[in-house]
């Protein structure tokens, strides 16, 4: 679980009156995403997409994050779902939406594989 934290500067004459809200950057809010285990909308690489995020990690140095996309859960059976690949770096606009995915025994067991995790679905 990650834990965000804030920072207030103060200085004569630095009023906080007129300032824009500084906005989640994208893993949190895949964070959030995955502690409420709602779908999330984003750009990736200039194209749209909806997906279920399941876990953060490092590999080789690069932040990815494994998600399942809208369509790709399957409709019954035990078969777990198509897992898919991004780089953290490439997402941008992420906004939670209110559609909620569970996790199966499956995928439950998928997950527990992986290691170097920043972040992951809880069970």
Same mark, same amino acid.
């Given at each position: 679980? @990650? $834990?965000?934290?804030?920072?207030?500067?103060?200085?004569?004459?630095? *009023?906080? @009156?007129?300032?824009?809200?500084?906005?989640?950057? *994208?893993? #949190? %809010?895949?964070?959030? #995403?995955?502690?409420?285990?709602? /779908? =999330?909308? +984003? $750009?990736?690489?200039?194209?749209?997409?909806?997906?279920?995020?399941?876990?953060?990690?490092?590999?080789?140095?690069?932040?990815?994050?494994? =998600?399942?996309?809208?369509?790709?859960?399957? #409709? @019954?059976?035990?078969?777990?779902? +198509?897992?898919?690949?991004?780089? %953290?770096? %490439?997402?941008?606009? =992420?906004?939670?939406?209110?559609? $909620?995915?569970?996790?199966?025994? #499956?995928? +439950?067991?998928? %997950? +527990?594989?992986?290691? /170097?995790?920043?972040?992951? =679905?809880?069970?």
């Amino acid at each position: 679980m @990650h $834990v965000i934290g804030i920072s207030i500067g103060l200085s004569l004459g630095n *009023s906080m @009156h007129g300032r824009r809200k500084r906005r989640p950057n *994208s893993d #949190a %809010l895949l964070s959030s #995403a995955m502690a409420a285990k709602v /779908n =999330v909308t +984003a $750009v990736y690489d200039g194209e749209e997409l909806t997906f279920a995020p399941l876990v953060t990690y490092e590999d080789e140095g690069v932040l990815c994050v494994d =998600v399942v996309l809208d369509g790709d859960f399957p #409709a @019954h059976g035990s078969r777990p779902p +198509a897992i898919t690949t991004l780089e %953290l770096a %490439l997402i941008s606009s =992420v906004t939670l939406t209110q559609t $909620v995915f569970t996790v199966s025994p #499956a995928l +439950a067991r998928i %997950l +527990a594989r992986y290691t /170097n995790v920043r972040a992951i =679905v809880t069970v």
